[in-house]
């Protein structure tokens, strides 16, 4: 993979105002760390990060830090809800050769049978293990002329050399699988209706709170 330049200042101001007025600048905050190595403050230009963020794992050369320039690579994004612009970034140090798990996307081509199958994809990226410095943008997945019953399990994906799977080999990637259509059974006329029996309801609340790596503020 290709390595994407980006221009990197150190960052002395924090707080939501400073990362407003770093937003209002062009400029993303942004945190460094890995490797043992003390956690950095950055700002990167938006606009050049945006694109290049536009490639899966992209691989960044960070220019113009105080130890020279380092490899880095984007561990977690947060972009504004509405309007999508890039609010925050978490990266993670890299070496050259250093050997990294990460998600790379399926990439679907061809078409199924024609007939009542349907494509059942339960996999959209893939956990590897690959060089850092050549991780694949993605994985090639041939659906065509499967037809219904046929699945693809991970084991049957071609790899690049030098790329593991980090899933079982029998994980199901996508499969073929017959349209049904369900209908709800009518229940018959005059049938006699059943006493009725106090309802018994079993609720249950998700409370999962999700946190995003890096500042909250900025």
Same mark, same amino acid.
């Given at each position: 993979?290709?390595?994407?330049?980006?221009?990197?200042?150190?960052?002395?101001?924090?707080?939501?105002?400073?990362?407003?007025?770093? +937003?209002?600048?062009?400029?993303?905050?942004?945190?460094?760390?890995?490797?043992?190595?003390?956690?950095?403050?950055?700002?990167?230009? &938006?606009?050049?990060?945006?694109?290049? $963020?536009?490639?899966?794992?992209?691989?960044?050369?960070?220019?113009?830090?105080?130890?020279?320039?380092?490899?880095? $690579? /984007?561990?977690?994004?947060?972009?504004?809800?509405? +309007?999508?612009?890039?609010?925050?970034?978490?990266?993670?140090?890299?070496?050259?050769?250093?050997?990294?798990?990460?998600?790379?996307?399926?990439?679907?081509?061809?078409?199924?049978?024609?007939?009542?199958?349907?494509?059942?994809?339960?996999?959209?990226?893939?956990?590897?293990?690959?060089?850092?410095?050549?991780? /694949?943008?993605?994985?090639?997945?041939?659906?065509?002329?499967?037809?219904?019953?046929?699945?693809?399990? =991970?084991?049957?994906?071609?790899?690049?050399?030098?790329?593991?799977?980090?899933?079982?080999?029998?994980?199901?990637?996508?499969?073929?699988?017959? +349209?049904?259509?369900?209908?709800?059974?009518?229940?018959?006329?005059?049938?006699?209706?059943?006493?009725?029996?106090?309802?018994?309801?079993?609720?249950?609340?998700? =409370?999962?709170?999700?946190?995003?790596?890096?500042?909250?503020? &900025?």
């Amino acid at each position: 993979m290709p390595e994407v330049k980006i221009a990197a200042e150190a960052r002395t101001e924090f707080g939501k105002g400073a990362a407003r007025r770093s +937003r209002r600048e062009g400029k993303v905050p942004a945190v460094l760390y890995g490797h043992g190595t003390e956690t950095r403050h950055l700002s990167l230009p &938006g606009h050049d990060l945006m694109l290049a $963020l536009k490639t899966p794992n992209a691989l960044l050369r960070l220019e113009g830090l105080k130890n020279g320039s380092e490899i880095a $690579l /984007p561990k977690a994004v947060q972009r504004d809800p509405v +309007r999508g612009f890039l609010e925050h970034v978490d990266l993670i140090l890299v070496r050259s050769g250093e050997k990294v798990t990460i998600e790379v996307p399926l990439r679907i081509t061809g078409e199924i049978a024609p007939g009542d199958g349907m494509l059942n994809q339960q996999m959209v990226q893939i956990p590897v293990e690959a060089e850092a410095t050549n991780i /694949p943008q993605g994985i090639d997945v041939d659906i065509e002329g499967m037809e219904t019953g046929q699945a693809v399990h =991970a084991s049957d994906l071609k790899l690049p050399p030098g790329v593991t799977l980090q899933v079982e080999p029998d994980t199901l990637v996508l499969q073929v699988i017959a +349209r049904t259509m369900e209908e709800e059974p009518e229940a018959e006329e005059g049938a006699e209706a059943a006493p009725e029996a106090p309802e018994a309801r079993a609720e249950t609340s998700d =409370a999962g709170d999700r946190r995003s790596e890096g500042e909250q503020a &900025g």
